[in-house]
């Protein structure tokens, strides 16, 4: 797919346009089986990869709501859809979240990495993130070394955050087919701000659990989608997992969980 993306050139970060593609065959895979009409919600759309393909897809009829809180992907979001004159999508310069919200966005080096939770560092992470720091580190792995040497340093916005519920019922949606997150670590709020979404509606939802960026246990973010009724089919990474979530049978049982 020919998209606008943003790289880094030494200090400064240059706009390009050319090929762009993911070696997520997961979502890919997903992606592919949505149909027309259907409402599709991008949660960290970055550049809108899935937010294309999914437009393209539901056609007329159907709606794409492209989630994107940082200003520099977002302009370049907004390039994307004009680029493709799609008109069947809802741009949102907001952040999901479990409620409504200002707090800093922080930006990560890959900008694709930018995220709501402050940067990895040794002095300021709980027990679960210094754990799984520890072992990627002495596995070797790029994505956990480079994420550990971010300093004080990184830019920061302020961001409007607010429940998935509110920003779908602002844009009028009453339902909702299939939602893909991709929000760097904050994968347990967002679903926190879902859960009646998710009794209501049973989207099916790809997920990126970002290990290190988490902050807790992956399986806390496994045990809010099951107890919502969902099976998860897993794909471990070395730097995140993948999770596609399926409505099973049976009812939606009520939760509470420690914020």
Not at 105 to 114: F, H, M, R, S
Not at 129 to 149: D, E, H, M, S, V
Request: glycine residues 6%; aromatic residues 8%; positive net charge.
């Amino acid at each position: 797919m020919k998209l606008y993306s943003l790289q880094r050139s030494g200090k400064k970060i240059v706009l390009k346009f050319g090929d762009w593609e993911t070696d997520e065959t997961l979502f890919k895979q997903e992606i592919s089986k949505v149909k027309k009409g259907w409402v599709v919600v991008d949660v960290g759309s970055e550049f809108g990869y899935y937010t294309i393909k999914a437009a393209q897809l539901v056609g007329e009829r159907g709606r794409v709501i492209a989630i994107e809180p940082h200003p520099l992907n977002y302009n370049v979001l907004k390039r994307n859809v004009f680029y493709y004159k799609l008109d069947n999508i809802i741009l949102i310069p907001k952040a999901a979240g479990a409620k409504k919200e200002i707090k800093k966005l922080y930006e990560a080096y890959d900008l694709g990495g930018t995220t709501i939770l402050p940067p990895v560092q040794l002095h300021n992470i709980g027990k679960e993130r210094f754990y799984k720091l520890t072992q990627l580190i002495r596995g070797g792995n790029i994505f956990a070394i480079l994420r550990a040497k971010v300093m004080k340093s990184t830019p920061t916005y302020l961001v409007q955050i607010d429940t998935l519920e509110n920003i779908l019922n602002e844009c009028n949606v009453s339902e909702v087919n299939l939602i893909k997150i991709d929000v760097e670590g904050a994968e347990f709020e967002v679903l926190l701000g879902s859960l009646n979404l998710l009794k209501k509606h049973k989207p099916v939802i790809l997920l990126e659990v970002h290990q290190l960026e988490l902050g807790r246990k992956s399986e806390d973010v496994y045990k809010i989608l099951k107890q919502c009724g969902y099976n998860l089919t897993i794909e471990q990474r070395p730097n995140k997992t993948l999770v596609i979530a399926r409505a099973s049978e049976g009812s939606y049982r009520e939760i509470k969980m420690e914020r």
